[in-house]
């Protein structure tokens, strides 16, 4: 239900809309983070550097249930260069929100590459699944 409410601020012609479409690609990649790595205070030692689990730490969290499940390492490459490109980017953005810019944040276009690329990387995670 929430890409639909995304895919309908995308068609407003109102900039704030857009933005609210990109909050909503945050909000879907915690809700799918609770889903498949619930928040932990604990963290996580990879390659010798502490993994935080935490409740802000959400695609932390995807990346541990990816490398978790997933049998193919190109395949984690893949998505962790796509999470960590795109939750940088919703996380500045968020930023940039809580400043008072929230109107000025994205283009429509800009939104919609956003909209596209969690689409694809919460169908990557969900596949892991069948």
């Not at 999470?83 to 953005?93: A, F, N, P, Q, T």
């Not at 968020?94 to 909209?115: C, L, N, P, W």
């Amino acid at each position: 239900m929430k890409f639909n409410a995304v895919y309908e601020n995308l068609l407003s012609e109102n900039t704030e809309d857009w933005s609210n479409a990109v909050h909503s690609c945050r909000r879907i990649l915690q809700d799918l983070a609770d889903k498949v790595c619930p928040s932990t205070k604990e963290s996580k030692m990879v390659d010798g550097k502490e993994i935080k689990l935490g409740k802000d730490n959400y695609t932390n969290r995807i990346m541990n249930f990816v490398s978790e499940k997933s049998e193919s390492e190109r395949f984690e490459d893949i998505v962790g260069s796509h999470l960590k490109y795109l939750g940088e980017r919703l996380d500045s953005i968020f930023k940039a929100a809580q400043k008072g810019s929230h109107d000025k944040i994205v283009t429509r276009e800009e939104a919609d590459r956003y909209v596209t690329f969690t689409y694809l990387v919460v169908g990557d995670v969900l596949s892991l699944f069948t």
